[in-house]
């Protein structure tokens, strides 16, 4: 095959979250020095909920995201830097200072049935030259016909690709399949694939989203990423070299990158747990798993309890003040 793919590595903002938004300057540099010099085209520099993400309620980072994005340029002499952008967390104002020093590219996230919300990031990204995507997060709660409908929205905004994200880790391989040929069938612009480990179809996850035409392929180095972590990068490029499809990517310096940089921060291995299983099964945003641990500790009830809550309520992201209060009404229950 011939077919070539955009790999785009998170390490350095889905991976946020792992570590609780504690990256320094230095595990910054060494991490996109690694992956400049294994030539993954692009990588993500953010707090886990993107530009602005820093605050209680998300979670505090140790250094500002912005001295986090300078160093990655600086150190980025090949690869190019892109940013999240969730609009009602990131501001416009962000997104122009990210530009500025020197973010190539820019994803601009919602929830699967709120693309309408990004039309003026969207656009803001292709005005300042930025590779421009929607990012259609929770894509496990919305049919195919849902999905379409909203990535054309994010088309005619401007988006040149548009993203199935499986924030919750929730999608089989059929129903990646579905999402992804839809989408292939009705946007002119390229399609990707983000996804979550946490029912362990990570893998076979994104094997089906290539197999069905994406062409922009997320993964995080050593699956460092929410809940049970993301496609392994360096797993996938051997997947998919392995296939016969071309990365464009250095395997032996990504594994490198991935074993000097990325394994002496991990605080804990990037495993499937049982609470990080529960997230897939119910349906829950990934991102969601530590909140769900600090409030089962803080109140004294099962962190499952909580996630399989959140599921049935529906939650997304932005509404991790319930995380709490279901936490308390559990607790209630057990007096």
Not at 16 to 23: D, G, L, N, P, Y
Not at 24 to 36: F, I, K, P, S, Y
Not at 109 to 114: I, S
Not at 278 to 304: M, P
């Amino acid at each position: 095959m011939t077919k070539s793919f955009e790999i785009l590595d998170v390490s350095l903002r889905d991976g946020s979250h792992s570590v609780r938004h504690a990256f320094t300057e230095d595990q910054v540099r060494l991490a996109a020095r690694g992956l400049n010099a294994a030539g993954v085209k692009y990588f993500e520099v953010s707090h886990g909920d993107g530009l602005g993400g820093s605050s209680l309620q998300y979670g505090l980072s140790a250094v500002n995201e912005l001295q986090l994005i300078e160093a990655a340029v600086e150190e980025a002499t090949d690869s190019n830097v892109s940013v999240l952008l969730i609009p009602g967390i990131g501001t416009k104002e962000d997104l122009q200072a990210a530009a500025k020093i020197g973010a190539k590219m820019v994803r601009v996230a919602t929830h699967v049935t709120e693309a309408d919300v990004a039309a003026q990031h969207i656009s803001l990204g292709r005005e300042l030259g930025l590779k421009t995507a929607g990012f259609l997060m929770m894509a496990h709660m919305a049919p195919v016909e849902k999905i379409v409908e909203q990535a054309k929205l994010f088309e005619s905004y401007g988006a040149e690709v548009v993203y199935v994200t499986d924030s919750a880790g929730a999608l089989l391989p059929a129903d990646v399949t579905a999402r992804v040929s839809a989408l292939k069938d009705t946007l002119r612009c390229e399609v990707g694939f983000h996804a979550h480990n946490n029912l362990s179809m990570a893998m076979a996850n994104t094997v089906a989203a290539v197999e069905a035409g994406a062409t922009f392929i997320d993964g995080s180095m050593r699956a460092l990423g929410a809940g049970a972590g993301n496609t392994q990068t360096e797993a996938v490029v051997a997947v998919l070299e392995k296939l016969g499809y071309h990365t464009g990517v250095d395997l032996y310096k990504l594994i490198d990158a991935a074993n000097e940089s990325i394994v002496p921060l991990m605080q804990q291995p990037q495993e499937i747990t049982g609470s990080s299983l529960i997230l897939g099964y119910a349906g829950v945003y990934s991102s969601f798993l530590l909140h769900a641990q600090k409030a089962a500790k803080q109140f004294g009830v099962d962190e499952r309890d909580i996630l399989m809550e959140l599921g049935r309520r529906k939650t997304v992201g932005g509404q991790e003040d319930l995380i709490y209060e279901v936490a308390q009404n559990l607790s209630s229950l057990n007096v």
